[in-house]
């Protein structure tokens, strides 16, 4: 019986294995290797050449082809030659010097990425998946990737079979980096092999404790699912079912994880065993599993159907647990064809809940953008030759730092992005930039596995013409963001400097040079002194109606000393009980209008400023001079219109101003005035509009909560 199903071959096998190889190959890049790796030791303190021998080995069980068996020779090779790429060119030609140079530049990438861990820098598990990213994304010719695979496993070996224990952080990149990349690929072999030999130098005693149990029961076991095979063979036939039937045992590394993500011991793991059932149709599905439990006694606890209820990435598959022969738990898997298909192969593929880790096990969702390309990567190693030149990593670029760090961006991307992802003050002091060792124009895209190094001033800001989308200064919205957020800053720095001169100016020449601050703010009906500074230098406080505060001499009498007149009708619709003819204004902090409801404040020299009742500035002015509040209220209505302030905060994008602008031209209001704020890759602004009363503002919040990337719109 076998014991791990390989995946069912392309349809084109026969015409591509009839294809013209060059058998010899691997001959000659021995011959040519041998001279150069004789006398040379990797790292790992094994022989090169011993390396290289045992790597195309490796790919020749896999079945990679010659010029990928040959490059496991030419890559250690090229680290040895003054001019690699002339020489490999001139000796193999341009696909086969191609191959070995990316084989070698990922060795020289991870080379890097060693020496960064071991001095004590990232080796999150963020850093890990990013480099794996790397891996397929500045691969011209993904055959590097089994290359590098065959070098890991036969560097494993090689410290396993010597009893050396490598660096901390190599068996770790083992399992959280070659071992997923091998299973992506549907290298399943590699990955079990990679995985327990990295778990044996990693934990040696939970592996020795493991790998002695499984020693123990391995002839029971193998008698086991022969047995039960064999059983359901039979049972299966006996109702037309014509079945491909797999056995499987788990590996120690599986067992291992899967004691750690649900808090098992050894003789606890159920699924130790397994029986995979591949069907022609759905219906055959339950079929298969009626004679499963007529066979054998179900435990009910182990039942998934995961045909009528797929997992989120869309894996099918009816799923048991049964009582087999000798009463031993085994796992039944049972699926048609194409959900097999889809399992193994598709986006949703076995690694995309197995690579969770022990919250893995709850059901986890792996299909990404990301995941689908991955897909796409496997189908251009089987058919490279249909899709030759194809790139399916092409919507980011991968770019590392010069201590080796790796920085995802979008595809364009430029050093300035490069420099505003690295941190926001390298982006605005960004001046020029080194890629791999020349300088270039800040306004070049970027491509995977360049080292970028930004030529930094000392102190300064952003260029405008970075702004500019004719220049191509920046691709990047985050960084568009932050160079408009640094504008702003310094704009909003301007006017508080304006706003602080003229008001100290005003003080000292009235003669109030020692009145606190905080106290004109709050006379005024702000919120502090910040505003207080903002409002005079934008204009939007006239100095002059701070000067008539300061002259402010007599104060208003109470409230209830005031002689009860009948309420009057005054400029801007509101009634004053109680007073006739007095001046009124709308308080700017709040902007009421009708049917808010609202309150009075008898202010020096300015008549009653009338509030919301919810206002902030209101409750204060209640609670520090009672005797100043009046009661008002909305008279009859008229044509006049009142300023209202809407809050929008949204996902800054290109347009969104526009399309916000095109939901008041429809509703009829009128903007009075805009201001904006960019916080990240956040749009922060507030318009004021003018509108006849409030009936009009519930529809148009509606509008622009619909508009896309708004996140909020209120009023304020």
């Known amino acids: 019986m076998n014991r791990h199903a390989s995946p069912p071959p392309p349809a084109d096998t026969a015409q591509r294995a009839a294809a013209p190889q060059d058998d010899d190959l691997p001959r000659r890049a021995r011959a040519f290797a041998e001279p150069l790796l004789c006398a040379y030791t990797l790292d790992s303190g094994e022989p090169a050449l011993q390396h290289a021998d045992a790597a195309e080995a490796i790919l020749a069980g896999i079945g990679a082809d010659a010029p990928t068996r040959a490059a496991a020779w030419l890559t250690l090779a090229a680290g040895q030659l003054a001019k690699p790429q002339e020489q490999l060119l001139k000796a193999f030609g341009p696909d086969n010097a191609r191959l070995a140079i990316e084989g070698r530049k990922l060795i020289e990438v991870f080379r890097v990425a060693r020496q960064r861990v071991a001095a004590g820098g990232d080796a999150s598990t963020e850093h890990r998946e990013m480099l794996r990213r790397l891996l397929l994304a500045m691969s011209e010719d993904l055959r590097v990737i089994p290359l590098r695979l065959a070098s890991r496993l036969q560097s494993l070996r090689y410290y396993t079979s010597a009893g050396v224990r490598p660096g901390a952080d190599f068996a770790q990149s083992s399992l959280q980096i070659w071992a997923p990349l091998a299973n992506r690929l549907g290298l399943w072999q590699v990955k079990w092999e990679i995985e327990d030999l990295a778990f044996r130098l990693e934990r040696p005693e939970d592996y020795a404790r493991i790998a002695d149990w499984m020693q123990r029961r391995g002839a029971e076991h193998e008698a086991l699912l022969a047995q039960a095979g064999a059983q359901l063979h039979e049972a ?85 647990v049964v009582r087999g022969p000798r009463q031993l738990p085994l796992e039944i898997q049972i699926r048609t064809h194409a959900m097999h298909e889809h399992a193994e192969h598709g986006v949703a593929a076995h690694w995309a809940y197995k690579e969770a880790g022990a919250q893995g096990y709850k059901g986890v969702v792996a299909a990404s953008r990301f995941d689908a390309k991955v897909a796409l990567a496997r189908q251009l190693m089987a058919w490279r030759g249909e899709l030759a030149g194809a790139n399916p990593f092409d919507e980011h670029v991968y770019v590392l730092t010069p201590q080796a760090r790796i920085i995802e961006l979008e595809a364009g991307c430029t050093a300035v992005d490069f420099a505003y992802a690295v941190h926001t003050d390298l982006g605005h002091r960004c001046r020029g930039a080194r890629v791999d060792g020349a300088l270039l124009p800040l306004n070049t895209p970027l491509r995977s596995g360049q080292t970028v190094e930004i030529v930094a001033a000392k102190q300064g800001g952003p260029s405008r013409d970075w702004l500019n989308p004719e220049l191509g200064f920046l691709q990047s919205p985050r960084a568009r963001a932050k160079v408009r957020a640094w504008f702003n800053a310094q704009a909003l720095e301007q006017t508080l400097a304006s706003g602080r001169a003229q008001v100290e100016k005003l003080l000292q020449r009235e003669g109030r040079s020692g009145m606190s601050l905080q106290e004109l703010a709050g006379g005024l ?31 208003a009498p109470p409230a209830d000393e005031l002689p009860l007149h009948a309420a009057k009708a005054q400029p801007g619709g509101v009634l004053v009980v109680g007073v006739d003819a007095l001046l009124t204004q709308l308080a700017g902090c709040c902007k009421p209008a009708p049917p808010d409801a609202i309150c009075g404040f008898v202010t020096r020299g300015r008549g009653v400023s009338v509030h919301r009742a919810d206002c902030t500035n209101a409750r204060h002015l209640r609670q520090r001079h009672p005797e100043r509040v009046i009661a008002v209220t909305w008279g009859a209505r008229s044509d006049g219109v009142f300023a209202v302030d809407l809050v929008v905060e949204a996902q800054d994008r290109h347009g969104l101003l526009r399309d916000i602008s095109e939901v008041f031209s429809k509703q009829k209001l009128n903007v009075i005035g805009v201001r904006t704020q960019s916080r990240g890759d956040s749009a922060h602004m507030m318009f004021t509009v003018e509108l006849p009363g409030l009936e009009a503002l519930p529809s148009a919040l509606n509008l622009l909560r619909e508009v896309p990337g708004v996140r909020r719109a209120t009023r304020r």
């Open 525 to 555: 009906g702000l919120r502090g002194v910040e505003q207080l500074f903002e409002r005079v230098g934008s204009d939007s406080l006239p100095l002059r109606q701070v000067e008539t505060f300061l002259r402010g001499e007599h104060a």
């Open 236 to 320: 299966l036939g006996a109702q037309g079912i014509q079945a491909l039937i797999s056995g499987r045992r788990k590996h120690a590394y599986s067992i291992w994880r899967k004691m750690q993500g649900k808090s098992l011991e050894l003789d606890q793991v159920m699924d130790l065993l397994a029986l995979r059932i591949v069907v022609d149709s759905v219906d055959q599905c339950y079929t298969a599993l009626g004679v499963v439990h007529q066979l054998w006694s179900a435990l009910e606890a182990e039942y998934d159907d995961y045909i009528a209820r797929p997992k989120a990435n869309g894996y099918q598959s009816l799923h048991t």
